[in-house]
């Protein structure tokens, strides 16, 4: 079974950029690691914005889906975690009176979340250092991402889930990981000057 990481935090934060360089630090240094990206932006880029809640539900699955595909590799890396379409779910809901429907999806999300959160071995949060560009793929803007930032650390908090903040560069940040995975950072020349 894989050790699961999941690298949480709202749009454009660095969470991909910094999936990719553990994944390749990691294969480099022979760890038999697998990754998967988050489902929702090929979602997103296929089918345009996301305008209703039971979307999330589909959004939950594709990313299980994919996840489920890493239980063969030793360490298992998403820039996601099947428990977000909770969050977003409640995010898009906002303060608005909820349909029936609504309210019944929104507690299915809850309760997939609660029996996945235990799966992941780590769960690491990225601040928001970096600034915000619009990619052409999001929705959000700067305003909505800090928003999103949110209410991840709200849920994380909410459910007394244990994460850990990693901040800096990628370079930095794939330090700190490494680290709580027992696991020396070997630099990887031809990544330093992306990772700075």
Same mark, same amino acid.
């Given at each position: 079974?894989?050790?699961?990481?999941?690298? *949480?935090?709202?749009?454009?934060?660095?969470?991909?950029?910094?999936?990719?360089?553990? @994944?390749?630090?990691?294969?480099?240094?022979?760890?038999?690691?697998? @990754? !998967?990206? /988050? @489902?929702?932006?090929?979602?997103? #880029?296929?089918? %345009?914005?996301?305008?209703?809640?039971? /979307?999330? @539900?589909?959004? +939950?699955?594709?990313? $299980?889906?994919?996840?489920?595909?890493?239980?063969?590799?030793?360490? !298992?890396?998403?820039? +996601? !975690? =099947?428990?977000?379409?909770?969050?977003? %779910? #409640?995010?898009?809901?906002?303060?608005?009176?909820? =349909?029936? $429907?609504?309210?019944?999806?929104?507690?299915? *999300? +809850?309760?997939? !979340?609660?029996?996945?959160?235990?799966?992941?071995?780590?769960?690491?949060? *990225?601040?928001?250092?970096?600034?915000?560009?619009?990619? %052409?793929?999001?929705?959000?803007?700067? /305003?909505?991402?800090?928003?999103?930032?949110?209410?991840?650390?709200?849920?994380?908090?909410? /459910?007394?889930?244990?994460?850990?903040?990693?901040? %800096?560069?990628?370079?930095?940040?794939? $330090?700190?990981?490494?680290?709580?995975?027992?696991?020396?950072?070997?630099?990887? $020349?031809?990544?330093?000057?992306?990772?700075?």
């Amino acid at each position: 079974m894989a050790k699961r990481i999941a690298v *949480l935090g709202g749009p454009r934060c660095g969470k991909t950029t910094l999936i990719q360089h553990l @994944y390749v630090e990691m294969k480099i240094a022979g760890l038999n690691t697998g @990754y !998967a990206l /988050e @489902y929702s932006t090929d979602y997103l #880029r296929d089918k %345009g914005m996301i305008e209703s809640i039971s /979307e999330q @539900y589909g959004i +939950y699955l594709g990313q $299980k889906r994919l996840e489920d595909k890493l239980d063969e590799f030793d360490y !298992a890396l998403t820039d +996601y !975690a =099947t428990f977000v379409p909770y969050i977003y %779910g #409640r995010f898009m809901l906002g303060d608005k009176k909820r =349909t029936r $429907k609504e309210t019944e999806i929104l507690k299915d *999300l +809850y309760c997939l !979340a609660l029996e996945d959160i235990p799966k992941y071995d780590h769960i690491i949060y *990225l601040p928001r250092e970096f600034g915000y560009v619009q990619d %052409g793929v999001r929705w959000q803007d700067e /305003e909505i991402a800090k928003q999103v930032d949110d209410a991840i650390l709200t849920f994380l908090k909410a /459910e007394n889930i244990n994460y850990i903040e990693a901040s %800096g560069s990628t370079k930095e940040r794939a $330090k700190q990981i490494l680290k709580i995975l027992d696991l020396e950072y070997i630099e990887t $020349k031809e990544l330093c000057s992306e990772a700075e």
